[in-house]
T-cell receptor, first 114, second 115 residues
Framework: AQKITQTQPGMFVQEKEAVTLDCTYD???????LFWYKQPSSGEMIFLIY??????QNATEGRYSLNFQKARKSANLVISASQLGDSAMYFCAMRQGGSEKLVFGKGMKLTVNP | DAGVTQSPTHLIKTRGQQVTLRCSPKSGHDTVSWYQQALGQGPQFIFQ???????QRGNFPDRFSGHQFPNYSSELNVNALLLGDSALYLC??????????????FGSGTQLSVL
């Protein structure tokens, strides 16, 4: 069975600093994709970054990068130069090959302080 | 370019009633998925519709049903509401590519409260 674990309930970071959000996953399928979504108080889930299980390089999207360690089954999100607007809930999610569904972790709350 | 739109934004029902939630996918998308997000939890997959058929279903009872229309919009119906059905219901759309990198675009959700 596939599972996503996010153990940090909440984190605080100063504006302009970098922050790492942890995510570990469990799957027996060699083909899978990992996603990070941001959910502000408005409720909409906003796609941030994607990493495929066969991708050789870590994914990057602007200020977001994914530290993908396949052997450790971790997919940590790194946000560089935090901004006040980054304050939100962050969810790690996985899709197995051949499946339509995303399996989400419980999420973690990031607060960026001025 | 309109994103995923859901209606209504908020809904209050009583136990035993039935509810219908609506979703219009992002322009150009043909696949709609529904997720339930309980307070303090991550979203859980309910089901996905493509070509007006349910393609995959999560671990939800038959009280949860859906429909997709020829214009790709979708409805989620929940019968015999329980207090535990109170949650944020998220609709997500995508362009079906049958690959792990198929990116979902989400709406802002419908907040359902069952009293």
């Amino acid at each position: 069975a596939q599972k996503i674990t996010q153990t940090q309930p909440g984190m605080f970071v100063q504006e302009k600093e970098a922050v790492t959000l942890d995510c570990t996953y469990d799957t027996s399928d060699p083909s899978y994709g990992l996603f990070w979504y941001k959910q502000p108080s408005s409720g909409e889930m906003i796609f941030l970054i994607y990493q495929g299980s066969y991708d050789q390089q870590n994914a990057t999207e602007g200020r977001y990068s994914l530290n993908f360690q396949k052997a450790r089954k971790s997919a940590n999100l790194v946000i560089s130069a935090s901004q006040l607007g980054d304050s939100a809930m962050y969810f790690c999610a996985m899709r197995q090959g051949g499946s339509e569904k995303l399996v989400f972790g419980k999420g973690m709350k990031l607060t960026v302080n001025p | 370019d309109a994103g995923v739109t859901q209606s209504p934004t908020h809904l209050i029902k009583t136990r035993g009633q039935q509810v219908t939630l609506r979703c219009s996918p992002k322009s150009g998308h043909d696949t709609v998925s529904w997720y339930q997000q309980a307070l303090g939890q991550g979203p859980q997959f309910i089901f996905q519709y493509y070509e007006e058929e349910e393609r995959q279903r999560g671990n939800f009872p038959d009280r949860f049903s859906g429909h997709q229309f020829p214009n790709y919009s979708s409805e989620l119906n929940v019968n015999a509401l329980l207090l535990g059905d109170s949650a944020l219901y998220l609709c997500a759309s995508s362009l079906r590519g049958r690959s792990t990198n198929e990116k979902l675009f989400f709406g802002s959700g419908t907040q359902l409260s069952v009293l």
